[in-house]
């Protein structure tokens, strides 16, 4: 088995969790980083895992949904309202919580639908703060 890689994918993103500290209930944005790998056997035919084009292009199009969006769990889409002169736009995502650790994991589940292949995320939440996942995991 070999890993290809592409770095530095970003978007950016509002939400609010249930951290630590109550200002993170607060609705907040962060500017994303997005590393991902891809895992496989080498296609004889094409010489490659799968090519960086096609990859990149799958990243980017997923990530659109998430881009300059309030990101929200689907169990609170019920008692969200917005209101405003601004554009209302919402991702919700079928987990618990809209932590970057389930942004990350929804994003690795959505690459591997798509590639078939073993997938490995890695999120930054700002510069320094970062989430691994793999899909499926180990």
């Given at each position: ?30 500017t ?11 296609d ?23 881009d300059?969006?309030v ?17 209302k ?21 959505r ?11 890695k ?16």
């Amino acid at each position: 088995m070999m890993k290809v890689g592409v770095e530095g994918f970003n978007f950016d993103s509002t939400h609010y969790t249930k951290g630590s500290s109550e200002k993170c209930l607060n609705l907040h944005g962060h500017t994303f980083r997005l590393d991902v790998e891809v895992e496989g056997e080498i296609d004889p035919e094409t010489g490659m895992i799968i090519d960086f084009t096609l990859m990149k292009d799958a990243v980017k199009e997923i990530l659109a949904d998430y881009d300059h969006k309030v990101i929200v769990p689907k169990r609170d889409i019920d008692n969200v309202i917005l209101s405003g002169p601004f554009h209302k736009c919402i991702k919700t995502i079928d987990y618990p919580e809209a932590t970057t650790e389930y942004i990350a994991l929804d994003i690795a589940k959505r690459l591997y639908e798509k590639f078939k292949k073993k997938v490995r995320v890695k999120l930054y939440e700002g510069n320094r703060n970062y989430v691994i996942v793999e899909h499926p995991s180990t």
